[in-house]
């Protein structure tokens, strides 16, 4: 049993040996797991991966209990004392190392595979992350605790044209979805119960690719349920007979059936100049190399840009403004610090 992500937060996901091996089945080509391999493990699920697929699993020796403030002087030393060849870890934990790398001159030339995942990864990171360990392989993986994993894409995979359509506010693009998981874009419902569906009626609820809306996952490692139900309501559904799971996150499929991210939908802001996925903004502020982190919300009828930063300039806000005339911004702010979730370190904690 562990925590969910689903909007009951007293809700916890059940994992039986079934799923963990379907799990398994779907984590171990998707992160290229291969006997002999050292990986830097975070969390636990991977750790059950690399057991069951003949991998060492080092543990970080350093308090995970806050991937954004691990001790990466003692991290470097581990890498090297146990020959690690491979990090599964969040960006945040990732830009601990690379803060370290960054002001050291340190790299890690033994790696040889890097995943992230847990939280947004901007294709910044993913760089940052190649430089840090230049003969390393870096994929970003998208998933849940509901559905881990369901799609991922490598930092070369990742073209010019990509990067303008980010820059121009189509999203973040998470690449193609695993063999393993089955994903359709709904028309956006959330907040709202889904009734079940008849294959027709779900046909009908399906948007065009191109289209953005609701993702919904199914497949063998996708949780089909709580423990004692509590969460099912606001997160499956089915489809003769079928569970699906709602991610709550929007999106939309691409030409080549790429999955690109608009954030979650509850984010989604609706007022008298239209509609606006916050996600969208924030990935074009999160390529301006002054900016740490950022947030968009509503305020009094106004939207806001809140920025992290360390060098907090007219001249940012500026730049930042100019390059989101889209997006119709009325004003940037400027926080020393944005808050973020406990577990990951790196998802902006928006309530707060």
């Given at each position: 049993v562990a925590r969910s992500t689903s909007p009951t937060s007293s809700a916890m996901a059940v994992r039986t040996h079934g799923f963990l091996l379907a799990q398994h089945r779907a984590l171990a080509p998707a992160i290229a797991l291969e006997v002999g391999e050292v990986d830097l493990a975070t969390l636990p699920v991977f750790t059950l991966a690399n057991l069951a697929s003949g991998l060492t699993t080092v543990i970080p020796d350093t308090?995970?209990?806050r991937p954004g403030a691990v001790d990466a002087v003692r991290l470097f030393a581990q890498m090297e004392r146990t020959g690690t060849t491979r990090i599964t870890a969040s960006p945040a934990f990732f830009e601990r190392l690379i803060e370290y790398g960054q002001k050291t001159g340190t790299t890690l030339p033994n790696l040889r595979k890097l995943y992230t995942g847990g939280a947004p990864v901007f294709p910044r990171l993913l760089e940052a992350i190649k430089k840090l360990a230049p003969r390393a392989e870096v994929v970003a993986v998208y998933g849940s605790t509901e559905a881990e994993p369901i799609a991922h894409i490598a930092q070369e995979e990742i073209s010019a044209k990509d990067m303008?359509?980010?820059?121009?506010?189509?999203?973040?693009?998470?690449?193609?979805?695993v063999p393993e998981v089955r994903l359709r874009i709904l028309i956006d419902r959330s907040g709202s119960p889904r009734p079940n569906l008849t294959q027709d009626e779900f046909a009908r609820e399906t948007v065009t690719a191109g289209c953005a809306g609701e993702i919904v996952v199914t497949g063998e490692h996708v949780l089909k349920?709580?423990?004692?139900?509590?969460?099912?309501?606001?997160?499956?559904?089915?489809?003769?007979?079928?569970?699906?799971?709602?991610?709550?996150?929007?999106?939309?499929?691409?030409e080549l059936g790429r999955l690109w991210l608009l954030g979650r939908?509850?984010?989604?802001?609706?007022?008298?100049?239209?509609?606006?996925?916050?996600?969208?903004?924030?990935?074009?502020?999160?390529?301006?190399p002054e900016v740490r982190r950022a947030a968009v919300l509503t305020h009094n009828d106004r939207r806001l840009l809140i920025v992290e930063s360390k060098t907090a300039t007219l001249d940012l806000a500026t730049r930042l403004s100019t390059t989101l005339s889209w997006a119709q911004i009325d004003d940037v702010r400027y926080v020393a610090a944005l808050p973020v979730d406990k577990r990951h370190n790196a998802k902006i904690d928006y309530p707060a």
């Open positions: 308090d995970m209990k303008e359509a980010m820059r121009a506010g189509r999203g973040l693009l998470t690449g193609l979805t349920g709580y423990l004692g139900g509590l969460g099912d309501e606001e997160t499956k559904f089915q489809v003769d007979g079928e569970v699906w799971h709602r991610t709550g996150d929007a999106g939309w499929l691409d939908c509850a984010a989604r802001i609706s007022d008298a100049r239209g509609e606006l996925y916050p996600f969208t903004v924030e990935c074009v502020a999160m390529t301006f």
